[in-house]
């Protein structure tokens, strides 16, 4: 009996009507593998993974293969993105054995839950060196029933082996001036100068690494730092990863030209490069920097947001070509024949030009991804208006790739604090409602009455899956920005309780140490620990982030301690590989300025208020924390005990325990808080 018909996750729904016998993970699916005396097959993906898609159509939409698994094993199935808990144990295993790891991820268990045999994708028949999947079958199942001490013998080293990678965390150091400038050089030896971003192909969006070098820029005023940063964001906005029609970033390119995505569309991606494009246009006053922000906000507001208010994780990469096959990438590539048959030759051939389209094509069987190659001369901006137009109503007229509609919390913190901040710069109100929109939802549906947060829900339904600490610091920070943005103290109380759990529940009162699961969540093999970034802040950096800037709105010393006790692993493995702890360095920078914290106290809508809360929010000082309301306000800690200067609207700025005298003059407050001209 597949037993996933009931779940929330649209990755499980999706196997709900295969042959084989899903389990999703819970303790009943181990009993019943102890029960029977099998082992446990775990299969982890995601609703948008490509190959996690063509597995479960030539393995476990087989009534031949599913048959086999389900007298041989029990199946369990796991959306990695509602358990990153469970995915983290076990990929690491895999990664350990394998030396490399993905999805799909399919792993071999004991009924203990101890892991054996690793794999990833593995094809219907042999391949590339691959076996057949049924023969991985047929092996595992034997050595379980001819070699079971063996099999046990392997797990048990398995186990003890993952043990002894926790992290030996035992200096609380924070870092200096000295390893932030070792992690710039870093930087610097694998910055492609060519092309920008860093390393190879395939080449992922850097959102963290800039937003670190953004802060570097601006503490320091180091060029190079802020040439990266710009450089990297204009080849990517230029390159086929961004989708120059309906805006938004793909998960990451195949080439190291940008050229080429792969195409599905993640909501943490475009929430972090939303806040990195408003980041560098507050620095730098960049026209594309401002349209790609906005283009991505209104992406995620068009494209992502939920009939509750919330934001849906994913769009695939896969859509119907109009023949009935699901092909990646369908949805985004044109042919110069699809050009032509929108727009006439004319507006075709300026098309072609503008966006590399060409005839032999730059994806696939002659299509193209369109890009904005760097043009001599003078475009008539109006005509490609129109066509880009055109080309946008002609998309969707197309079979759309398919939404995972699923509600993350670590996401959507990650996107209110993007629209908040990018509805702010721009003074687009709508963008800051839809960011309370998301906030509500959470607050409604997500939180407990013990403020404690759920991982996931969808269709107004919340999931079973407690709350990560990426949940708890991510949300935390969506609502800090919110606070800043609207004054409104409510966000930055539920901040607080959510960073109190941060305390209590997910930090080690000996080290100062971080973990990704609370203290009283399921057990497993192991307690994941990683502080590392990857497609996400790791819950470590962004509760590092939050408890520093939640410290700075209130004055909690608990919070501050346990931000620079975090903050430790920074100072060991920022100037060792600062590509994979970019919000880690942001939230040092951060720390070593301070960070400012920045009272504006004024009336409500008076003008000169919101100019000050403005300048106040386009200040570069790394962190900076913000906080505006009447002068008698109660709403914000910072607030108390400032009057208002002469009777007028007034800033006050402080920063290590020093304050400067306040001012009433918006180009006084710009200076004091490293912000380039006036926007």
């Known amino acids: ?19 084989v016998d899903w389990w999703p993970w819970s303790a009943e699916a181990f009993d019943e593998a102890r029960k029977r005396g099998v082992p446990v097959l775990l299969s982890v993906g995601y609703s948008s993974c490509h190959w996690c898609h063509v597995m479960a159509h ?9 048959a086999y698994l389900n007298e041989h094993f029990v199946n369990v199935k796991v959306d ?27 792993v071999f268990l004991t009924p203990e839950a101890e892991p054996f045999y690793f794999g990833t994708y593995f094809p219907p028949a042999p391949r590339h060196g691959m076996p057949a999947f049924r023969q991985v079958l047929e092996g595992v199942s034997s050595a379980w029933s001819d070699r079971r001490d063996e099999v046990a013998e392997v797990a048990g080293n398995i186990v003890r082996d993952l043990a002894t990678r926790e992290i030996s965390y035992t200096s609380a150091e924070i870092p200096g001036e000295e390893e932030l400038a070792q992690a710039l050089l870093g930087l610097t030896r694998e910055y492609d ?76 991606d475009n929430a972090l490069l939303c806040r990195v494009y408003a980041h560098l246009w507050r620095a730098t006053g ?21 009939n509750e208010g919330g934001f849906a994780s994913a769009l695939d990469a896969d859509s119907d070509d109009g023949t009935g096959r699901h092909v990646e990438g369908a949805y985004y590539v044109w042919t110069p024949e699809q050009l032509t048959e929108t727009l006439g030759e004319a507006d075709a051939a300026l098309a072609a030009q503008h966006f590399g389209v060409t005839q032999e094509g730059t994806f696939e069987e002659g299509a193209s991804v369109l890009q904005l ?56 109100p709508d963008l800051v409602d839809a960011a309370i929109g998301a906030a509500d939802l959470l607050v409604r549906l997500h939180l407990d009455d013990r403020a404690r947060l759920a991982r996931t829900s969808k269709d107004g339904q919340v999931g079973a899956n407690a709350g990560v600490l990426e949940d708890y610091a991510d949300v935390a920070e969506g609502f800090l920005a919110l606070a800043s943005v609207t004054g409104e103290g409510v966000w930055l109380e539920f901040a607080g309780f959510l960073l109190d759990h941060v305390l209590v529940q997910f930090t080690d009162p000996e080290s100062g140490a971080l973990f990704d699961t609370a203290a009283d969540a399921e057990k497993l093999i192991r307690r994941p620990q990683d502080p590392t970034d990857n497609a996400t802040p790791s819950g470590w950096s962004a509760a590092a982030g939050a408890l520093l800037s939640y410290a700075a709105l209130t004055g909690a010393e608990p919070h501050r301690t346990a931000a620079e006790g975090a903050l430790g692993v920074v100072k060991a493995l920022g100037p060792r590989a600062p590509r994979f702890i970019g919000w880690g ?18 009336p409500a809508g008076h003008p000169a208020t919101t100019a000050l809360h403005r300048t106040a929010l386009l200040g570069t000082a790394p962190g900076a924390v913000v906080a505006v309301g009447a002068a008698d306000s109660d ?6 005990g400032r009057p208002l200067v002469g009777g007028e609207p007034a800033a006050y700025v402080c920063r290590h325990f020093t304050c400067d005298a306040p001012t009433t003059d918006p180009e006084q407050l710009r200076a004091a808080l490293g912000a380039a001209a006036e926007r």
């Open 286 to 306: 960049s026209e594309l920097a401002r349209r790609v922000a906005l283009e991505t906000a209104d992406f995620m507001v068009g494209e992502l947001r939920t």
């Open 1 to 19: 009996m597949n037993r996933l018909a009931h779940e929330t996750s649209p990755y499980l729904l999706q196997h709900a009507d295969n042959p």
């Open 80 to 106: 990695r993105e509602e358990r990153p808990d469970v995915d983290a144990v076990y990929m690491e295993a895999v990664q350990a054995a394998t030396g490399q790891g993905g999805w799909p991820m399919t």
């Open 635 to 640: 709403e914000l800690p910072l607030l108390a």
């Open 585 to 602: 360095l942001a939230a040092a920078e951060a720390l070593l300025d301070g960070p400012r914290e920045v009272a504006i106290v004024g």
């Open 373 to 428: 190659p760097q043009h001599e001369g003078v475009l008539d901006a109006e005509r490609l208006a129109s066509i880009r137009e055109r080309l946008l109503a002609k998309r969707a007229e197309r079979p759309a790739p398919g939404r995972d509609d699923k509600i993350v919390a670590a996401w959507n913190g990650l996107a209110i604090a993007a629209l908040a901040e990018t509805g702010a710069y721009f003074e687009r």
């Open 58 to 66: 030539e393995s476990f939409e087989d009534d031949a293969t599913a």
């Open 193 to 268: 100068a060519t092309r920008g971003g860093f390393g190879g192909a395939p080449k992922f969006p850097p959102s963290m690494v800039i937003e670190f070098l953004l802060r570097h820029a601006a503490r320091t005023g180091s060029e190079g730092a802020l040439q990266m940063a710009a450089d990297t964001c204009e080849r990517m906005a230029r390159g086929g990863i961004y989708d120059q029609l309906g805006g938004g970033f793909a998960r990451y390119s195949v080439d190291r030209e940008w050229v080429v995505p792969h195409f599905e569309k993640m909501l943490y």
